[in-house]
């Protein structure tokens, strides 16, 4: 590695780490354009940074959780429940002319000062922000009815195409056909919480058939307590040993 590489990301580690001790160690990942940093924050929120330029993930549980950390130049937004389109949150941090990827249903709730910074996609939409191809999937409950808590359009997952890499954002979804179908994905972020996703027995399930290369279990608290998440370790590593299952502490203040 190159020393202005190797400059930039002990720079961009030195400054993720200056934050609270409470989160979890980020990972890096190496691509093709650069180190990436995987920072998990808390339950469905997570920063990345790649080329100097940092995406926060459905920022929530107060502008505290984020101290330390970059300030954001891309923010995505999965669904409408206060625990990823946080506003107060949102208030409390520096977004000021920062570019907020939505679907529709949440920018229809978001103060009038942040249409502007707004980049609408629906279901299966694509934008490029800061030089990242964005392209939104569906997430859903199934059966896909009227009254499910998520139901199908309203909400987006996301795949991210950094460098040479694949990442995919669940969002609130359960092992969907969409999830499923997904190929070449490196990294993935894939929620298992009762009864508002799945359980970890699906999500094992769906990750063994669209097999990433790495899967983070995040938004894993739910109605009872949290999920097994060592069970989908389990589950995953007995059927696909290629599969790397990492495993944070994604609730820092539990």
């Known amino acids: 590695m190159k020393l202005k590489s190797i ?15 409470q989160l979890a160690k980020p990972d890096t990942l190496k691509t093709s354009g650069g180190p990436l940093v995987i920072q ?28 330390g950390l970059p300030k954001p130049d891309l923010i995505l937004i999965t669904d409408i429940h206060p625990d990823h ?7 409390a941090l520096e977004t000021e002319k920062v570019r907020m990827v939505v679907p529709r249903a949440v920018a229809e709730l978001l103060p009038e000062k ?12 694509q934008s490029i922000q800061q030089g990242i191809n964005i392209m939104a999937l ?22 991210l195409q950094i460098g040479d890499k694949r990442v995919y954002i669940s969002g609130d979804t359960e092992g969907i056909p969409e999830m499923r179908r997904l190929e070449n994905i490196d990294v993935a972020f894939v ?3 009762l009864p508002y996703t799945m359980d970890v027995d699906q999500a094992a399930d769906a990750v063994l058939e669209f097999q990433p290369k790495v899967v ?10 949290f999920s097994d998440v060592e069970k989908f370790k389990q589950l995953v590593g007995a059927k696909n040993k290629g599969i790397e299952v990492r495993l944070k502490d994604w609730y820092p203040n539990k």
């Open 216 to 225: 983070y279990p995040y938004h894993y608290r739910g109605q009872n307590g």
């Open 138 to 159: 569906p997430m859903y409950n199934l059966p896909d009815t009227a009254d499910a808590r998520h139901p199908k359009g309203r909400g987006n997952g996301y795949v």
């Open 40 to 67: 998990p924050i808390t339950h469905g929120t997570l920063a990345l940074t790649y080329k100097a330029k940092t995406i926060y993930v459905d920022p929530y549980g107060g502008a505290d959780l984020f101290k």
């Open 85 to 91: 389109l946080d506003t107060a949150t949102l208030a």
């Open 114 to 125: 942040y249409q502007q910074q707004l980049v609408i996609l629906d279901n299966g939409g």
């Open 191 to 193: 929620s298992m919480n």
């Open 7 to 21: 400059l930039a990301l002990a720079f961009i580690l030195a400054f993720v780490q200056v934050q609270a001790q």
